[in-house]
């Protein structure tokens, strides 16, 4: 078969020739360095490090003010038991700590990520009713990896100057990042997740007396169920009048600490007891497991994470995007000094730099070696033309290798490119023996020059297919 498919590519050159203009253009369309062709791009996945984790699902469960040991026996442990059954599960870990249960659900290499992922969810929902406890309510993770967090930022008001200027509370950051900025960013092509970090998460907090409860004979549940019903929005049938029908519902939704203090608790003797007669109501921070630290203090930001299989380059361009449309719109606020201070979205981690350093680094390094190598080859040859034609080569043999690392799911990273680096080395010794086995049958032989180029790559052609074979097949493991 090698010998036809040599013979046929010498005899029909035309062909030959509109194969490896294609060739040439396809790896320029899939090729992860910024070169501009003119042509659609398709590129490669860039990151600067590979991903070499396992297919890892995470299952997280809430149960609020439960002790470790609780959701360890009530949560962890029938959900682990529950989800062993699931296809293609290699081994399940659980961590259980205070109100949160995390389960991380290792799935066989050769298991797809986004089939692991609906298996789980078809577990999760064909759970037995009774398994859990009342309020816990177990969710699958962002679909992300390890490696998915490209880009981390912070809040910070800025002056006209672009300096900081201070004027906002880590309370007031925090809500404008969960109910704005979050959500804006979170709509960015090849998003996973936003995870707000930092400040202090605004919420209704009612303290209760306990000397104003034994007072009106008002119990814990009561005020439980009171302040409950007191944010729901009720309907109540219809209304006829004048042959008209009208729909009733009673709007209760607390868009004030007013309509939680007014809410009823109990009715002794036609006399309500209302909320604020037991308990202060009050607005105030919910309680936390960390902070971010910035140069020493106390910010504001989010995280952004990648969604699995995207090109993290392009989600970090997406990402800045949608940031350069929202800056305009966030609030600002005078200070006491007179400033001006503009709420701004600043960078505080970004892989950007470190992708591009890297592709810079291997590109440079790339056209360095076809470089020496023509060089070298002409040195070894004495030969300019069979010069040129091994070094040619080798762009055309990277350019290939662009379009199987982009169908293969491949990332050009700095592990794959270097491979393609090392692997400039065989490609160099497979043109040599070629070239040099027809340049001596050349000299020797008084046969026409196609035949004579027939008969010398043939000669050498199932050497060259056993050394390829046996590099493709050294480096599958890698990938």
Request: hydrophobic fraction near 45%; avoid cysteine; proline fraction near 5%.
């Amino acid at each position: 078969m090698i010998n036809h498919l040599i013979k046929f590519f010498l005899e029909n050159r035309l062909v030959t020739l509109l194969l490896l203009v294609l060739l040439v253009a396809w790896g320029l369309i899939t090729s992860p360095f910024n070169w501009q062709t003119g042509l659609p791009k398709d590129s490669v996945p860039v990151d600067a490090i590979p991903n070499i984790g396992e297919n890892q699902q995470i299952v997280f469960t809430e149960w609020a003010g439960r002790s470790p040991q609780d959701i360890e026996d009530q949560i962890s442990y029938p959900l682990t038991t529950a989800l062993l059954g699931i296809p293609g599960v290699k081994t399940i870990r659980s961590s259980s700590i205070f109100g949160l249960s995390s389960i991380y659900i290792i799935f066989d290499d050769d298991r797809e990520f986004y089939w692991s992922r609906s298996r789980i969810l078809e577990k999760l929902n064909a759970l037995p009713s009774g398994l859990l406890p009342e309020g816990a309510q177990p969710a699958l993770g962002p679909d992300g990896t390890a490696l998915g967090q490209i880009f981390w930022y912070t809040l910070e008001g800025r002056d006209e100057d672009n300096n900081p200027a201070g004027g906002w509370d880590p309370q007031e950051l925090r809500s404008i990042q969960d109910y704005n900025i979050k959500y804006a960013l979170a709509s960015a092509k090849g998003v996973a997740e936003v995870a707000s970090i930092g400040g202090f998460v605004k919420e209704y907090q009612v303290d209760l007396d306990p000397a104003a409860m034994e007072g009106f004979g008002v119990n814990l549940e009561e005020i439980a169920q009171a302040v409950k019903d007191s944010n729901l929005d009720v309907g109540a049938k219809t209304l006829e009048i004048n042959k008209a029908e009208y729909l009733v519902r009673g709007l209760g939704y607390v868009k004030s600490l007013e309509d939680l203090e007014n809410a009823v608790v109990k009715t002794t003797n036609n006399t309500p007891i209302l909320l604020k007669q037991v308990a202060n109501v009050m607005l105030g921070p919910a309680s936390r497991r960390g902070a971010l630290d910035k140069g020493g203090a106390e910010a504001v930001g989010g995280v952004v994470v990648a969604r699995y299989g995207e090109n993290p380059l392009a989600v970090i361009e997406n990402v800045k995007s949608k940031i350069s449309n929202i800056q305009s719109g966030l609030p600002s606020k005078e200070l006491a000094d007179g400033r001006i201070s503009k709420l701004t979205i600043v960078p505080f981690y970004d892989r950007t730099q470190l992708i591009n350093e890297t592709i810079g680094t291997l590109e440079e390094a790339l056209t360095l070696e076809v470089i020496i190598t023509i060089i070298v080859v002409l040195v070894m040859l004495f030969n300019l033309k069979a010069s040129i034609l091994i070094s040619s080569l080798l762009p055309v043999a990277v350019l290939a290798s662009f379009i199987a690392m982009r169908y293969l799911n491949v990332d050009a990273n700095i592990v794959a490119l270097s491979g393609i680096a090392i692997a400039i080395g065989t490609m160099v010794d497979v043109g040599i023996i070629l070239t040099e086995n027809i340049t001596r049958h050349v000299r020797t032989s008084s046969k026409p020059l196609l035949a004579v180029i027939l008969e010398a790559s043939q000669e050498v052609a199932p050497a060259i297919l056993t050394a390829v074979l046996t590099t493709i097949v050294s480096f599958i493991p890698v990938f």
